[in-house]
């Protein structure tokens, strides 16, 4: 089977660490399949001209994609200028047979972007819906688009049953919809001893280490998690806090979240990491007593997975597919902005006798090789299914020819 993928957010010189979820279901993918990402790069009208279409191996092969548009003032129009961006590409490889299905990544731009080019083309394409979703079909802008695109795509993958939920609740025929939550790196996050991981950072054994890990942006709640820690602090005097992330494509939080970091005296109890390899995020999360995150929004939660398959236990957020996740027998789940049930949760949970090695094994059979094979299975559906009726849109033909 001869599969493209689409997305925006994805590796690349600029953004190594945009959607590595995305590259590692690909990279399994590969392994049964022919996969081609093309990944469109947004790029201010402005700029500079560079390359149009660059390359690198992967895997996938990837061919970066420069994506002329106007910061903010394009948005309605973004997935127009996306299919716009990728068409040539797609159609030359159409033309020789290589195009069985395209693989779109997020609800908004890349499916809207992928309905128009699969339609233009005759091949069917598959949608797969992450966090971004509830957000967008709360906009009027841009969610007609996103439904209708929805319900034309020959298959929809959701990684949590609540995005499988609503995409439903739109008007998508439930049995073009499969569920299929993103994997975890099993052979870099798994069970190791904690005191050896505390002394190869230069950690204290006697500390309480509560971990975050992702982007810092708003949407992921380091700042609740900092408003709650002095209780914290006062009930459990040796808690300190590790931050594990940079800020990334969701606008720049790092500098605020310093600032009341510094308004609530917490210097001394707080460490910002920066993006870290896969293999120092493991060691962290081994020698950690507890995972916390405070997010407002999750599709499949990579940072609470890879959490649970070291035998972490986690407090978050009752959020998205946080709940899928997270079992009692691992942990807790809150109400959003709730923080005093979120500073319980996290004194609680640090009081119970949870296994760690059991939490381990119970969460290590989401491998990327298992996700591969269910995508697989998704995605071969849709070819064999062919294209859907069009879609309808205002936007003239022209902004994609």
């Not at 939920?165 to 975890?184: F, K, M, W």
Request: charged letters at 20%; proline letters at 7%; hydrophobic letters at 45%.
């Amino acid at each position: 089977m001869n599969i493209v993928s689409l997305s925006s957010c994805y590796p690349s010189d600029a953004t190594p660490h945009a959607g590595l979820f995305v590259q590692r279901r690909l990279s399994a993918l590969s392994k049964l399949h022919s996969v081609r990402m093309i990944n469109p790069i947004p790029t201010p009208l402005w700029t500079a001209r560079r390359d149009t279409v660059t390359r690198s191996e992967g895997p996938p092969p990837t061919w970066h994609a420069c994506m002329r548009y106007i910061p903010w003032l394009s948005r309605p129009l973004n997935p127009y200028l996306y299919a716009r961006t990728v068409r040539p590409l797609l159609a030359s490889w159409a033309k020789r047979g290589r195009v069985d299905v395209i693989d779109a990544h997020f609800s908004w731009p890349d499916a809207v972007a992928a309905a128009r080019v699969a339609h233009t083309l005759q091949v069917p394409f598959t949608v797969t819906l992450r966090g971004v979703l509830g957000r967008c079909l709360a906009s009027p802008l841009l969610a007609p688009s996103i439904v209708s695109a929805l319900r034309q795509a020959a298959g929809v993958i959701a990684v949590s049953k609540q995005l499988a939920d609503l995409a439903e609740s739109v008007g998508v025929a439930p049995e073009r919809i499969r569920v299929i939550p993103n994997g975890v790196d099993v052979e870099t996050f798994r069970f190791a001893d904690r005191n050896e991981a505390r002394q190869t950072l230069g950690r204290s054994l006697r500390e309480t280490l509560l971990v975050t890990v992702g982007h810092l942006c708003r949407r992921k709640g380091v700042h609740r998690i900092l408003r709650v820690l002095p209780d914290i602090i006062r009930a459990n005097h040796d808690t300190r806090y590790v931050i594990i992330g940079a800020e990334g494509g969701e606008g720049r939080f790092e500098a605020e979240l310093r600032r009341l970091t510094k308004r609530l005296h917490l210097e001394q109890f707080v460490t910002f990491t920066g993006n870290l390899a896969a293999a120092d995020v493991a060691r962290w999360l081994a020698a950690a007593d507890l995972f916390v995150l405070s997010s407002s929004n999750e599709g499949c939660c990579n940072a609470i997975a890879e959490a649970l398959a070291t035998g972490l236990p986690v407090v978050t957020t009752d959020v998205g597919g946080n709940r899928e996740l997270v079992t009692p027998d691992c942990g807790a789940v809150v109400p959003l902005s709730h923080d005093t049930a979120f500073h319980r949760a996290v004194l609680e949970t640090l009081s119970r006798s949870l296994s760690r090695p059991q939490i381990a094994v119970a969460n290590r059979h989401r491998a990327w090789n298992h996700v591969a094979s269910e995508t697989s299975a998704a995605l071969q559906a849709a070819a064999d299914t062919g294209p859907m009726p069009a879609c309808q849109s205002p936007v003239p033909d022209c902004l994609v020819r």
